[in-house]
C-alpha cells in the first residue's frame, strides 16, 4: 500500500498531466514537430554555389591560387538531402557537358553532407563517385573518394559565391507566374454614370 501510495499515484498523475497536455495543445506539437524537421534538414550556410575560381579577385588568397583544377558546387537542401551539380576542369576536358548531379544526405546537426555524382548517359544512370562536402567558417571542403578522383580533384577548397545555387531557375519561375498573371487581365465593371469619350 505504501509503495502504491508514494511512488504509483506520482506517476500515474504526470502521466495524465502530459497526455492532457497533448490533447490541449496537439495542434501545436504537430507545428513544432514541423518545424524542428525543417530546421533540421535545412542549411542556408551550405545551400548556393560554391567554387574555388579567382576570377574577379585582385588578391586571392595563396591557399585558393594553388589549386591544380577549378571545381563548382551548387547545393540546395530540403529535409537533409541534397540536390545539386558539380563540376570540375578536368571533367568538362573529358565529357561534353559542364557539370554532373549530385545527390545525397546531410548529416544531423552538422553542415557536412555525403554525396555522390552521377547523371543519366543514353537513359542509364552513370555513377561518377562519392564526396564528402563539409563547411568549416566560410570554406567548403570537397573530398572526394577513389572513383570520383577520376574526374575531380581528391581535396578542393572552395569559397561561397552565392547564396542562390540556382538564379536562372528562380527567374524562369518569376517570369512564368508574371506572364501568367499578364495573360489574364482583371475584367473591369463600367459604371452606369461612365461616359464613352468617343461618343
Not at 572526394?144 to 577548397?157: G, H, L, V
Amino acid at each position: 500500500m505504501r509503495f502504491f501510495k508514494n511512488t504509483a499515484w506520482p506517476c500515474i498523475t504526470v502521466i495524465v498531466a502530459c497526455i492532457s497536455w497533448v490533447l490541449v495543445n496537439g495542434d501545436k506539437v504537430v507545428d513544432n514537430v514541423h518545424a524542428f524537421r525543417t530546421w533540421y534538414g535545412t542549411s542556408k550556410a551550405l545551400e548556393g554555389r560554391w567554387n574555388n575560381s579567382t576570377e574577379f579577385d585582385i588578391d586571392p588568397p595563396e591557399w585558393l591560387t594553388n589549386q591544380k583544377d577549378f571545381v563548382e558546387v551548387r547545393i540546395t537542401l530540403k529535409n537533409s538531402v541534397v540536390d545539386g551539380t558539380i563540376s570540375s576542369g578536368k571533367l568538362r576536358k573529358i565529357f561534353p557537358y559542364d557539370y554532373v548531379l549530385l545527390t545525397g544526405e546531410k548529416r544531423g546537426f552538422r553542415d557536412t553532407l555525403d554525396a555522390y555524382a552521377f547523371d543519366y548517359v543514353l537513359g542509364k544512370k552513370i555513377y561518377f563517385g562519392s564526396f564528402v562536402l563539409s563547411r568549416e567558417g566560410e570554406r567548403l571542403y570537397v573530398v572526394a573518394d577513389e572513383t570520383a578522383q577520376k574526374y575531380f580533384p581528391k581535396e578542393s577548397i572552395l569559397l561561397k559565391v552565392s547564396d542562390d545555387a540556382f538564379p536562372n531557375l528562380k527567374n524562369d519561375k518569376l517570369s512564368n507566374e508574371k506572364s501568367e498573371t499578364n495573360e489574364n487581365p482583371p475584367i473591369r465593371r463600367v459604371s452606369p454614370n461612365h461616359k464613352d469619350s468617343n461618343q
